[in-house]
């Protein structure tokens, strides 16, 4: 019977994992406000992008700017007594330079001097306590100008705002919660893997764990996504949890992957995979080349001449379109990748070497 060979060859396997994400925002961001009134406006679109500082919701102002305008009058009048005691403390030590002298000559009595002298320090300390007065209305009105500010809620960073929570009308508060706005670009990928994954980590970089969060372009990580179609961005690891879950022996660890447009939202479910460990010449067979049989997998090989001699074989992980196979075949053996249903131990075939792609309408799955 004709059949198509392959070499059983040798060569140095990156052996990737793969691990279930559950995506996030990058940075999620409760809008609430920091002031007390009624709401009067929304100002964006829900589940549109918004930038840092948009104004997305109003609070109702005249409050607000009436307690403004307020302070800014008691700052006028703290100022005026400012200006009051100037001048007082002005006439106060006029009359001390002028009755100095005329003290020590005994022209009036030192009694008068020591009073105008005791009047230009108490208008001295008149003026320090109007100045106090001032900087408590200048802060006055600093305080009433931010909340006044405060009435225009913004977002304080660049992302995708949610459905807002709160209908224009309601009385809000600083413990209302108006909506959230997500950074999507990059967005986190949160995932946890085992105690010796996370050994192989550490080992396929040959770095620390602190150098494993800066080492995105020597392990880089892959994300597919619900529809099995791999995402086009690579990602890079930047957070590992600081203790494993002793429950499930596991650690937590995030990933960062660019994501332009917004493709990817915070809830969707992927699968992450990065390559752990390198098999250095490890043996690779064709899956089409695999069958099982009662639990058992084997491989049909072409032995001394050409008759076929079944081999039960060991397998390890997969490589692409391959297995590995870590017991049960040398290096160098033919298997057979085709036909293998008519085959029996010890039966006559002819070899020939396998095209690229051989054809698997006759051959069984690979084993799973």
């Given at each position: 019977?004709p ?7 040798q060569?140095?396997?990156?052996v ?7 995506l ?17 406006r ?15 919701f109003e ?13 800014e ?11 009051q005691a ?18 020590a ?21 008149t ?5 106090a007065?001032?900087?408590?209305a200048?802060?006055?009105v600093?305080?009433?100008r ?10 304080l960073?660049n ?9 224009v009308g ?10 959230a706005?997500s ?20 080992k ?8 494993l969060?800066?080492?995105?372009a ?7 996504l619900a ?16 203790q494993?879950?002793?429950q ?13 447009g ?12 990065a ?6 010449n ?6 089409v ?7 058992i ?7 001394e001449?050409?008759k ?7 397998l ?13 075949l ?21 070899p020939?070497?396998?095209p ?12 799973r």
């Amino acid at each position: 019977m004709p059949v198509d060979v392959v070499t059983a060859r040798q060569s140095n396997v990156a052996v990737s994992n793969d691990w279930v994400g559950t995506l996030d925002g990058f940075v999620n961001a409760q809008i609430q406000p920091q002031v007390t009134g009624y709401l009067i406006r929304q100002n964006y679109i829900e589940g549109s992008v918004v930038h840092k500082g948009q104004v997305l919701f109003e609070i109702d102002p005249r409050p607000f700017q009436a307690v403004l305008e307020q302070a800014e009058g008691q700052l006028g009048q703290a100022r005026g007594s400012v200006g009051q005691a100037q001048a007082q403390l002005e006439l106060a030590q006029i009359n001390v330079r002028r009755d100095t002298p005329l003290a020590a000559g005994h022209a009036i009595a030192q009694s008068q001097l020591d009073t105008e002298t005791q009047q230009a320090a108490q208008a001295e300390a008149t003026v320090r306590s109007a100045q106090a007065s001032v900087a408590a209305a200048q802060a006055a009105v600093d305080t009433a100008r931010i909340n006044l500010g405060f009435t225009q809620v913004r977002s304080l960073i660049n992302g995708v705002a949610g459905q807002a929570t709160t209908q224009v009308g309601n009385l809000v508060g600083p413990q209302s919660v108006l909506t959230a706005v997500s950074q999507l670009d990059p967005i986190k990928v949160f995932f946890a893997i085992s105690d010796s994954e996370y050994l192989g980590l550490i080992k396929r970089s040959g770095r620390s764990t602190d150098d494993l969060l800066r080492a995105s372009a020597d392990l880089p990580l892959k994300l597919t996504l619900a529809n099995s179609t791999v995402f086009p961005h690579t990602g890079r690891i930047i957070f590992v949890d600081r203790q494993m879950n002793q429950q499930t022996g596991a650690i937590r660890i995030a990933a960062s992957f660019p994501n332009p447009g917004n493709v990817l939202r915070p809830g969707q479910f992927g699968r992450v995979s990065a390559e752990t460990i390198t098999l250095n010449n490890a043996l690779l067979v064709p899956q089409v080349a695999v069958t099982e049989m009662q639990g058992i997998q084997q491989v049909y090989t072409v032995g001394e001449g050409n008759k076929v001699h079944i081999a039960n074989i060991t397998l390890g992980p997969q490589h692409g379109s391959d297995w590995v196979v870590t017991a049960g075949l040398q290096p160098g053996a033919q298997v057979i990748t085709n036909n293998l249903q008519k085959l029996r131990e010890g039966a006559p075939v002819a070899p020939h070497p396998a095209p690229a792609s051989p054809p698997s309408n006759d051959t069984p799955p690979a084993a799973r």
